[in-house]
């Protein structure tokens, strides 16, 4: 089946997951290599963890930060979703689950970060939040309220409220196309946004290395590299 020209549309949210930036090095969660396979969620990804070890979460963190900022580098796929945008005369919304920041870096114009992000700290204290590159500790002072202690990734844990629903839930509900980019579609609310979209009427398509959890549900699907399937489907080879 021939997949749709995005150019064909007016309104369209890209949802990109951990495969998008998994051949610039950066580990997924779930796939044989991923980070949920070495490591337990409930000790590292919840604020309970943080509560109980924060050096240990610190840690965790710190690590994936330093792979960020030294080897990690935007591919093809976050190119070809840059490259997309910038001539795209209608609306595009690109929603993000990702904590790095390599659409950022290949030239995305505003990827909202649904689960936070890896380059910012937050205060648990005041709320405060600032761009990072280095280590966060127990020690870490906020700048905002010099509150000692409580300084913490900007990241969305488990049973913690994703960030910009408000602004990407009405996109969804008006989108003409949905494009679904690797992700195993396993992580709520991300995962519902299929359906939101889908209800609303909009073109649904996925774009993985394997099928997820709700391939059946999509309109369309190309299984792939998403270094070969996005400059593909979004014509920018
Ligand atoms: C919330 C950030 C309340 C930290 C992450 C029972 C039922 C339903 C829901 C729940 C439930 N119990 C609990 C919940 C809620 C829970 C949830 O969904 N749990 C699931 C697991 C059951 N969700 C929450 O707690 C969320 N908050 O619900 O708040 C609420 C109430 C009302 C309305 C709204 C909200 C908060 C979730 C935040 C989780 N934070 N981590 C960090 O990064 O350290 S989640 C974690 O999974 C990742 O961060 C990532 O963002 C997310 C999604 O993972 P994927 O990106 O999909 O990665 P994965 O490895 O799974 O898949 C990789 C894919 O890439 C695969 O498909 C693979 O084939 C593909 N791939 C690989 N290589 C390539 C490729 N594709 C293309 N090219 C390649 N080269
Ligand atoms: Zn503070």
Redesign the pocket.
């Known amino acids: 089946m021939n997949l749709p020209d995005p150019r064909h549309f007016k309104n369209i949210v890209v949802l990109t997951?951990?495969?998008?930036s998994?051949?610039s090095g950066l580990r997924?969660?779930?796939?044989n290599n991923?980070?949920?396979r070495e490591y337990r969620v409930e000790e590292?990804?919840t604020p309970e963890a943080f509560t109980k070890n924060p050096k240990l979460v610190h840690a965790f963190?710190n690590s994936?930060r330093h792979t960020l900022l030294q080897s990690a580098k935007a591919n093809k796929?976050h190119f070809a979703l840059a490259n997309f945008e910038s001539t795209f005369e209608g609306n595009f919304l690109l929603v993000t689950?990702?904590?790095d920041n390599l659409h950022e870096q290949a030239g995305s114009k505003n990827p909202h970060h649904?689960?936070?992000e890896l380059l910012r700290a937050r205060c648990g204290l005041c709320e405060h939040s600032v761009d990072i590159e280095g280590d966060l500790t127990c020690q870490s002072i906020c700048r905002h309220c010099g509150g000692i202690g409580a300084m913490r990734p900007d990241?969305?844990?488990?049973?913690?409220?994703?960030q910009q629903?408000e602004l990407i839930e009405p996109a969804l509900s008006r989108c003409d196309l949905f494009v679904s980019?690797?992700?195993?579609?396993?992580?709520?609310?991300?995962?519902g946004f299929l359906r939101l979209a889908k209800t609303n009427g909009a073109i649904t398509v996925e774009?993985?290395?394997?099928a997820?959890a709700n391939s059946g549900f999509f309109d369309y699907c190309s299984l792939?590299?998403?270094?070969d399937?996005l400059p593909n489907f979004f014509h920018t080879a």
């Open positions: 997951g951990a495969g998008v998994a051949e997924t969660f779930r796939d991923g980070l949920w590292l990804a963190y994936r796929a689950q990702n904590v649904l689960h936070g990241i969305v844990w488990f049973g913690e409220m994703p629903l980019i690797g992700t195993s579609g396993t992580v709520y609310p991300a995962a774009l993985n290395l394997e997820s792939g590299l998403a270094s399937v």
